[in-house]
């Protein structure tokens, strides 16, 4: 079994920043591919971003292209995510998931991810 962990959510005023750290735990490797998501209430769980097994290749949604950033270090078994230039309709929960042993390629489909952290809340005020 994998644990995630996030933290690094937070209260944070328009145009901040927040960089979303996510640790492994577990049985853990890294031939997997990792992402974020986010769920704001009420709504479903979309797709934020997502790196492949090596950090080779990235994913973004439209909404954080060109001000989110995802990172992995698999030596520290941790997956970032840098938030920059928050708006208020970014406020949600977000979440961290795994894909099994061997997906080495993220997709923004949340069915594909075998393992989920707690979630973290960003709320950013206008």
């Known amino acids: 079994q994998v644990q995630l962990v996030e933290s690094g959510g937070g209260l944070v005023q328009a145009g901040g920043s927040l960089r979303l750290s996510c640790a492994a735990s577990?049985?853990?490797?890294?031939?997997?591919?990792m992402s974020w998501f986010r769920q704001a209430p009420g709504k479903e769980r979309d797709f934020v971003a997502g790196?492949?097994?090596?950090?080779?290749?990235?994913h973004y949604a439209d909404s954080a292209k060109g001000r989110f950033t995802i990172s992995r270090d698999n030596a520290k078994k941790t997956v970032y995510l840098q938030m920059n230039s928050l708006k208020p309709e970014d406020t949600a929960v977000y979440y961290c998931?795994?894909?099994?042993?061997?997906?080495?390629?993220?997709?923004?489909?949340?069915?594909?991810?075998?393992?989920w952290g707690q979630g973290t809340q960003v709320t950013v005020s206008s």
């Open positions: 790196i492949d097994w090596n950090g080779g290749s990235t």
């Open positions: 998931a795994a894909r099994g042993a061997g997906f080495i390629f993220a997709t923004p489909s949340y069915r594909s991810y075998a393992y």
């Open positions: 577990g049985r853990t490797s890294s031939d997997n591919a």
